[in-house]
């Protein structure tokens, strides 16, 4: 291992991480000595991405040394960090995955990581991280790979199930600290900026998130020994009034939250840290009974606007690249993504904690040490991620969150195998789906429609 870290990038025209992680690369006294090497299949992406790092690099008048390739074999060698943040047509896919899922009662407001959206997107997914597991055997044996590509559970999963000689760990952008204490302190009142977040504060705040990525729940909140639960669900019933008062989100994800995230914490006595996923991963919201769905049934995911929304943010990242938005505006807005801060803080060993998804080892007390959940965890280079102590999970997210575990595992399973039996129950698994025939019908209909992105194995 050299003194500068070498952080290879797979997907490096990410719609949500590619400039936050340059503007990391390039910003960290920690990182910007060492090497950032940007991966993509398409030239055009790869060029543009480069152009800005450069023009960030030059601006701030560090050494970091830039590579890029479309063949990460090329830039791979000796990598100390291998992040994944790509995906292949995420749109269109996730188009596909709703509109069949819907055709037969199954409805999805992100189609990403539950559902049959998210199993689809495993099997799409997951043999490509996994050939990049073996990449990283052959050329950086010593590297962590770090997954940031949905859905992060189950690719991890994968990674820890097929390929556990890798060093490696899963990430969303959710939990990311230190903002999530942050906003939470902000929306409990007991801080009304970012800059009243002092170590003082920071040492009387405790807050234990557990669950599965996008199905995490705070399960205790408590300042200066004062349990602030009670505060959280007056905060909740306020902001599920005040968003009554307002006009609805047009978009399937934030449509509702507050009042979806309302219904579940009443229910199961803990605050959903996603709800706009998280209304995805129960039954309640789906339509499928005889009373009203308060507050109405999920409405899909609309993978055209999505598409759209990317093409806007892809022209003002080709704006940055050409110069016609200045550099400076790049740092004047500019946040380190999760992956990075991670990385700075294991290579140059501040200690700091993350939320992290990887195996429990213990930390729930009630779930198997091997579950992949999304914990706080302290992590250094050596060893990696260590989940702090939680306690256990309560009854109802319990069995929710162990019914979850179940489905991701027969996925990444289904996803090796290419078994359509193991696809069958990994569907009839999910919490989602309450039909086996209509499972059969959604299995079969995605298979053949996505046939041009899966292994010819499950054909």
């Not at 705070?218 to 905060?235: A, F, N, S, T």
Request: charged content about 25%; glycine content about 6%; overall charge negative.
């Amino acid at each position: 291992m050299s003194s500068r870290p070498k952080v290879v990038v797979i997907g490096a025209g990410s719609f949500f991480f590619g400039k936050p992680l340059i503007y990391n690369m390039v910003h960290s006294p920690i990182l910007n000595g060492g090497t950032l090497a940007l991966v993509d299949i398409n030239p055009e992406v790869l060029e543009t991405m480069k152009t800005i790092a450069e023009r960030a690099k030059e601006h701030a008048g560090v050494k970091l040394e830039i590579l890029a390739s479309t063949d990460r074999s090329e830039v791979m060698k000796d990598a100390d960090f291998v992040v994944l943040s790509f995906s292949f047509r995420n749109a269109y896919y996730r188009e596909l995955d709703t509109r069949f899922s819907r055709k037969y009662g199954v409805t999805m407001c992100s189609s990403d990581t539950i559902g049959p959206g998210g199993i689809f997107r495993a099997l799409r997914e997951l043999p490509e991280v996994l050939r990049i597991a073996e990449d990283v055997r052959r050329l950086a044996p010593n590297a962590w790979l770090i997954n940031f590509v949905n859905p992060t559970s189950t690719l991890g999963i994968g990674l820890m199930r097929y390929a556990p000689d890798i060093r490696s760990f899963a990430l969303c952008d959710g939990n990311h600290e230190p903002y999530v204490r942050i906003a939470y302190l902000k929306k409990l009142g007991i801080i009304r900026s970012d800059a009243e977040f002092t170590p003082e504060v920071e040492s009387k705040f405790e807050l234990k998130i557990a669950g599965v990525n996008h199905c995490t729940w705070v399960l205790q909140c408590r300042y200066d020994g004062r349990d602030l639960m009670p505060l959280l669900l007056e905060k909740a019933r306020e902001a599920a009034r005040l968003e009554y008062e307002q006009r609805p989100a047009f978009k399937a994800k934030p449509r509702f939250i507050a009042n979806y995230a309302l219904a579940l914490m009443e229910l199961y006595g803990a605050y959903p840290t996603a709800p706009s996923h998280t209304k995805e991963y129960v039954p309640f919201f789906q339509g499928y009974g005889v009373s009203p769905v308060t507050p109405e049934p999920l409405i899909c995911f609309d993978g055209y606007h999505r598409a759209e929304e990317m093409a806007a943010a892809w022209a003002e990242t080709r704006r940055l690249a050409t110069g016609e938005t200045p550099i400076s505006s790049f740092f004047e807005s500019g946040r380190g993504d999760h992956a990075t801060d991670i990385i700075e803080s294991m290579w140059g060993r501040l200690g700091k904690k993350f939320y992290i998804n990887s195996p429990n080892r213990g930390a729930v007390a009630n779930l198997a040490d091997d579950a992949f959940l999304e914990l706080r965890c302290e992590l250094d280079l050596e060893h990696g991620p260590r989940p702090l102590p939680v306690g256990n999970m309560p009854r109802g997210l319990l069995g929710l969150t162990q019914q979850v575990l179940d489905t991701h595992e027969l996925t990444a399973e289904a996803a090796v195998t290419h078994d359509r039996r193991t696809l069958l129950l990994a569907l009839a698994t999910d919490p989602i789906v309450n039909n086996i025939s209509d499972a059969k019908n959604i299995m079969n209909e995605l298979l053949e429609a996505e046939r041009e992105h899966l292994p010819p194995e499950w054909f």
